[in-house]
């Protein structure tokens, strides 16, 4: 019987990204942030689901705006006449750092983008002021990843374990799987596990017994 070998790899750190999949689901994102220095007031809010590419595109904006990348944890948020890139708004920062920000985004050399998987309007805000710049941002949203995104991630993650399933595992996943990163993830995991442990293959027969593992925990 012919097996699928895998060998239990450290991964290598990685001299360069991955590269971005560019799809309608993030289309409009990519627009916006293009659209840099022309943003309404310097200010842009990007938006979208865990591993949608969030960090990526600010990432290349940021090196493309010349714009500080500022830690939300940091004691000091402050970057005069310099833009801005500052991530995961929506896990909590400073409301006094942030409002400070925003009101700093259209001065000359300025700007702002910050990223989060939920809408401004939904961000933590306890100053009065802070809540109404909240709701005014400009929103870049990128959509829960479709079948080209979703692919790409799963190849990556399959990539990453050292592990190359046959071409018809794809379609096979893409049509039963919740469209999400954080599921692709979950089923990519399960699979190698259920491999290593049965010593077969990643085959469509093992995705359908996985598939039916991961489905029945999340009724439990």
């Known amino acids: 019987m012919n097996r699928q070998l895998r060998l239990k790899l450290e991964r290598p750190a990685r001299a360069r990204r991955e590269p971005?999949?560019?799809s309608p689901s993030?289309?409009?994102?990519?627009?916006a942030l293009e659209a840099w220095p022309d943003w309404h007031g310097g200010l842009l809010a990007l938006v979208g689901p865990e591993g949608a590419g969030k960090s990526h595109l600010a990432a290349d904006w940021a090196t493309r705006a010349g714009a500080v990348?500022?830690?939300?944890?940091?004691?000091?948020?402050a970057a005069e006449g310099r833009p801005v890139l500052l991530?995961?708004?929506?896990?909590?920062?400073?409301p006094e750092a942030l409002f400070h920000l925003i009101n700093s985004a259209g001065e000359t050399g300025g700007g702002l983008l910050l990223t989060a998987r939920t809408p401004p309007a939904l961000w933590p805000a306890a100053l009065p002021d802070l809540r109404s710049r909240l709701n005014a941002l400009p929103v870049a949203q990128i959509e829960e990843p479709d079948d080209a995104v979703l692919e790409g991630v799963l190849r990556k993650l399959f990539r990453e374990r050292h592990i190359?399933?046959?071409d018809d595992l794809f379609p096979y996943l893409l049509r039963r799987i919740e469209r999400s990163i954080p599921q692709a993830r979950e089923v990519v995991a399960r699979l190698d596990e259920a491999g290593d442990a049965a010593g077969r293959p990643i085959t469509r027969a093992l995705a359908r017994e996985v598939l039916e593992d991961v489905q029945g925990d999340l009724l439990e």
């Open 26 to 31: 993030n289309a409009a994102a990519r627009r």
């Open 87 to 94: 991530e995961d708004v929506d896990r909590g920062i400073d």
């Open 20 to 22: 971005f999949i560019a």
């Open 69 to 77: 990348v500022l830690d939300r944890a940091a004691a000091d948020l």
């Open 164 to 166: 190359r399933p046959a």
